[in-house]
């Protein structure tokens, strides 16, 4: 033993005393831990390395942002709808823009063909504030009516960001 070298304490996890390591999320019982080790995803890449290279990629616009994504029944924004918006006359994107952009409850909105000007998804805590929600957009000048549908149950999400 080397001098002034004192020897690593031992935890509960260690394999002594009869316990074992606890499982690593993603494996079974039985399995070693499925981690991603360098040498897996990128040979020797030191975390710096990975973290130049995530800064390189922000930089040059290839990330575009970082998000997290929560539950809307957990925010308490669990009713969700789609609304078909018709407009009057001839209405430009940056018009409907400046209006939606006015109710908190639209979450996603865009132009499209078709007899509808533009589709918007909304969320809101409940039936009455989804009614308030599509009041506002209902009144504004640009608009001539709507057509609602509200999502009972979803069939498929994916991530695009």
């Known amino acids: ?4 070298h004192r020897p690593r304490k031992k935890s509960a996890y260690d394999g002594c005393n009869g316990f074992a390591r606890p499982p690593h999320p993603g494996s079974t019982p039985g399995q070693r831990p499925r981690r991603l080790r360098r040498h897996r995803v990128g040979g020797r890449t030191s975390a710096s ?12 616009g290839v990330i575009q942002g970082f998000t ?3 539950d809307p029944a957990v925010e308490d924004r669990g009713t969700e709808a789609w609304v078909e ?5 001839t209405v430009s994107p940056d018009e409907l ?3 939606l ?3 908190p409850e ?15 998804h909304m969320r809101s805590k409940d039936l009455s504030a989804l009614e308030e ?5 209902r009144l504004a000048p640009q608009v001539d009516h709507t057509r609602s549908a509200i999502v009972l149950s979803k069939l498929v999400s994916r991530d695009t960001a």
């Open 133 to 137: 929600a599509l009041d506002k957009v």
């Open 85 to 89: 918006l018709y407009c009057r006359g």
């Open 1 to 4: 033993m080397r001098p002034n």
């Open 68 to 70: 997290i994504k929560v």
């Open 101 to 103: 952009d006015t109710v």
């Open 49 to 60: 390395a990975v973290k130049r290279r995530v800064d390189r990629l922000v930089g040059d």
């Open 97 to 99: 823009r400046a209006l």
């Open 106 to 120: 639209v979450i996603d909105a865009g132009t499209v063909t078709g007899s509808a000007d533009a589709v918007v």
